[in-house]
Structures are given as structure tokens and as C-alpha cells.
T-cell receptor
């Protein structure tokens, strides 16, 4: 069984379009994330979301919006795509400890490679 | 600012030992992680250090010195399948992970 799954795995689209990437985790984790990995290979957190709070990274343009219908799903919607949005987007999840702290160990999806033409 | 530094690329020989270093400057410290990422795949968890010292797990060991802001990942008996990028990440005071750019390890026969 896939622990963290995201679709689509590959996405090619034109500038200006709107697209979504879906993510689901079956680990029962409370916290989910979206990361962007660009050509320089840095993993940059975009959003983290748990039952209580959506944490927005201030460097993320408001064209990016996460949507979480329930704690097992965290989708990423991108409006008005730009060339610079081309990257691999990773969904991940982790478990909050009983003390309310995040263990930090992340379980990643396989990634969604977005190419904007 | 917060910063994680690690070498961009390293080359080693099959069967040998390699040490990948990571230095960090972060606002708070709640542990240091090493992840392995094969090309085109997702990162996978290797190790977690929160106290000073060496943690051994099979062929892989990870060391931490909090006073020096320093960690290393030691890989022994290198195999071709160990060719990958190795990512160092530090959990800051808010338990958010700050990531290095990764070290690409190339294993030669």
C-alpha cells in the first residue's frame, strides 16, 4: 500500500493555465506538507497543514492555494501558472507526538513534476 | 538567517568509506535529519540525531555536535546503489525542517 500518494506524477501545461495536484496519505498522520524542489535541488516548504492550523509560507505567491477536505488529503491548486513554477512538487506527511510536537520525520509522496511551457 | 551547508558533490569508490559533512545555523534546534534521495524519486528517511554523539544503523552512521553546529553522515562498504543525493535537514525552534541543497554522491566501481 502506498503511504503517501500524489497525482499526477507528470504535468505539462501552458503559461497562464490553472492546475491542481492531489495528495492522499493513509498513515493516519495529522500533518501534511507541500514542498517544492527546483532545479537547484533545494527542498522548500510551501505549506504545512494539520487539523488545527494552516501555516502559509510567506514567500509563496498567493497563486498557490492548498485545500484540505479532510486530514488525509491535501491538494495544491495553482492559478495563472508561470515558467518559474516548473519544478517537482512533493507532498509529505508526519505525525504529531502526544506532546503536540512534530517528530520531524517526513514521509514523502513520489513527487509531481510540473513543466510550464 | 537560517543556513544549512553541505558539499555539492562527492565521489567515492565501491567498497570504500565516505563522510558527508553538514554545518548549520538555525534559530533553535530540535534535531538533525539525514535523508537519501535517488534521482527522480522522493527523499527517504535515514537518521535522526538530537543529542551529541554517533548513531549507528547498519552501514550508515550519523554524528552530531550541537556546540559546533556540525553533523556528518558516514557510509561504509559503499555499494553502487548508494549513489544518490544525501540531504541534511534541521528542525528549528518551531519544528520546521530547514533543508540543505543535498550532496550528490557518485560511486565508482
Amino acid at each position: 500500500d502506498t503511504a503517501v500518494s500524489q497525482t499526477p506524477k507528470y504535468l505539462v501545461t501552458q503559461m497562464g493555465n490553472d492546475k491542481s495536484i492531489k495528495c492522499e496519505q493513509n498513515l493516519g498522520h495529522d500533518t501534511m506538507y507541500w514542498y517544492k524542489q527546483d532545479s537547484k535541488k533545494f527542498l522548500k516548504i510551501m505549506f504545512s497543514y494539520n487539523n488545527k492550523e494552516l501555516i502559509i509560507n510567506e514567500t509563496v505567491p498567493n497563486r498557490f492555494s492548498p485545500k484540505s477536505p479532510d486530514k488525509a488529503h491535501l491538494n495544491l491548486h495553482i492559478n495563472s501558472l508561470e515558467l518559474g513554477d516548473s519544478a517537482v512538487y512533493f507532498c509529505a506527511s508526519s505525525q504529531v507526538t502526544s506532546g503536540g510536537r512534530n517528530t520531524g520525520e517526513l514521509f514523502f509522496g513520489e513527487g509531481s513534476r510540473l513543466t510550464v511551457l | 538567517g537560517q543556513n544549512i551547508d553541505q558539499p555539492t558533490e562527492m565521489t567515492a569508490t565501491e567498497g570504500a568509506i565516505v563522510q558527508i559533512n553538514c554545518t548549520y545555523q538555525t534559530s533553535g534546534f530540535n534535531g538533525l535529519f539525514w535523508y537519501q534521495q535517488h534521482a527522480g524519486e522522493a527523499p527517504t528517511f535515514l537518521s535522526y540525531n538530537v543529542l551529541d554523539g554517533l548513531e549507528e544503523k547498519g552501514r550508515f552512521s550519523s554524528f552530531l555536535s550541537r556546540s559546533k553546529g556540525y553533523s556528518y553522515l558516514l557510509l561504509k562498504e559503499l555499494q553502487m546503489k548508494d549513489s544518490a543525493s544525501y540531504l541534511c535537514a534541521v528542525a528549528d525552534s518551531n519544528y520546521q525542517l530547514i533543508w540543505g541543497a543535498g550532496t550528490k554522491l557518485i560511486i565508482k566501481p
